[in-house]
């Protein structure tokens, strides 16, 4: 089956990661680092910066997309995209 992602295909077939997450300064220089939405809804509680919000792609163990987002909104708008093309 053939997803759609911002203009970008993918066969589900060769994806062996599909996920979303946050993604927040690490406090390190400009480094950033990916946290999944439950830490941040409940222990981050403003401990962090968020950056952005994310849906990342594994294809494989070395080719990766990544698709941002400024808003969780807007990401989970995205997601409710993909999921009505699995159904």
Request: net charge negative; hydrophobic share 40%.
């Amino acid at each position: 089956m053939i997803i759609t992602i911002q203009e970008k295909q993918f066969d589900t077939a060769n994806i062996t990661q599909l996920y979303p997450a946050a993604v927040v300064k690490t406090g390190h220089e400009d480094e950033t680092t990916q946290v999944s939405l439950e830490w941040l809804d409940v222990e981050a509680k403003g401990k962090v910066e968020v950056v952005g919000f994310g849906i990342f792609i594994h294809i494989g163990k070395e080719e990766k997309h990544t698709f941002m987002f400024d808003t969780k909104e807007e990401m989970y708008e995205e997601i409710g995209y993909i999921a009505s093309q699995l159904k």
